[in-house]
């Protein structure tokens, strides 16, 4: 009996052995799909930039000399750090994407009042609904929009993707916000500044008598440190935020900034400003583009050596 004993202990061990290797083995856990970018398209590939918000006209931003500018209302630079958040989007990761269905399948992605939109070049992003976990929301991509006014249908080259919600707040901007903050170009070099009570000229020097170049001030009052503190700050200027210039202002009662410059392709360029300044902030007003920059009251003192009548 001892041998057909020991063949069940056997099979009986070898049976507990496998069950134990089979309860403890686990599979790898497979890797998570990569998150695909929304776009194939780049950044450096586009040039336009259209935006159509809840209850603003579309937007217009154009790349120009390596620079973004407002195309409409006003011929504007643009801010660039701005810019650079929305192309941002192109970029961002998704979560889920498929084709388009058909009405009314589609208003769980995008309602009927699917009007806002984001354009890169002929790519468009209409923005839909958030989903109900996760702070997400549903776009529909086209890659030849049509008509943006035109009724939701299924078109066969669109897509819905779902992606952090990072990006609509956009859309609810005003077009003065896309104003860049930088009332002058960054590769400005100046030549002149006319200030309330003090005015500064840039003489060139001459190379063959080997006189350089130097700041007059006018008048004489102004010393060499006190120049070399006040041209960068206004060369190197940004403003907190830019509004609309207000309705009826009048310019004629407040004083004058004068800023000129050649810019990097040597053209000479103009900004005049009209001077605010209070205890709350301090505005700088330009009639000609019809914005005004401001800035907070400590600045004042340091763009401004006399300080102007505030008003």
């Known amino acids: 009996m001892a041998p057909p004993l020991n ?11 496998a069950l134990a290797l089979l309860l403890g083995w686990q599979p790898l856990p497979s890797p998570l799909p990569e998150n695909q970018p929304l776009s194939e398209l780049s950044a450096d590939q586009v040039t336009t930039i259209t935006l159509r918000g809840r209850a603003t006209e579309p ?6 000399d390596q620079q973004w500018w407002l195309s409409a ?9 701005k810019v650079d958040a929305v192309l941002a989007l192109l970029s961002t990761g998704t979560y889920d994407r498929f084709p388009t269905p058909s009405p009314p399948a589609t208003e769980q992605f995008i309602n009927a009042d699917h009007h806002h939109w984001i354009r890169f070049n002929q ?3 209409n923005f839909g609904q958030t989903h109900p976990l996760g ?9 030849s929009p049509g008509d943006p006014q035109a009724p939701i249908t299924r078109n066969p080259g669109s897509q819905i993707a779902l992606i952090d919600d990072l990006f609509y707040h956009h859309l609810r901007s005003n077009w003065f916000d896309w104003v860049s903050r930088q009332p002058l170009p960054p590769a400005i070099t100046l030549t002149r500044l006319n200030l309330p009570g003090l005015d500064l000229q840039y003489e060139t020097g001459n190379p063959a008598t080997g006189q350089a170049g ?3 001030s006018t008048p004489p009052a102004a010393s ?16 907190n935020r830019v509004t609309p210039l207000p309705p009826g202002l009048n310019t004629e009662a407040l004083p ?22 209070d205890s709350r902030e301090l505005s700088l007003h330009s009639a000609e583009r019809g914005v005004t920059y401001h800035l907070d009251p400590a600045t004042a003192a340091l763009l401004l050596p006399i300080d102007p009548t505030r008003n």
């Open 7 to 17: 063949r069940v202990n056997t099979l009986l061990l070898v049976t507990v052995v």
């Open 59 to 64: 937007l217009r931003i154009t790349r120009r």
């Open 73 to 81: 209302p006003r011929l504007l630079r643009a801010d660039a750090e």
């Open 123 to 125: 790519f468009q992003i």
């Open 135 to 143: 702070q997400r929301r549903y776009l529909k991509l086209t890659e």
């Open 214 to 216: 130097r700041w007059q």
């Open 224 to 239: 060499a440190d006190q120049i070399n503190a006040l041209i960068p700050r206004w060369q190197h200027l940004w403003a």
């Open 256 to 277: 004058t900034v004068v800023v000129e410059g050649l810019t990097a392709d040597g053209t000479t360029t103009t900004l005049t400003l009209f001077v605010q300044n």
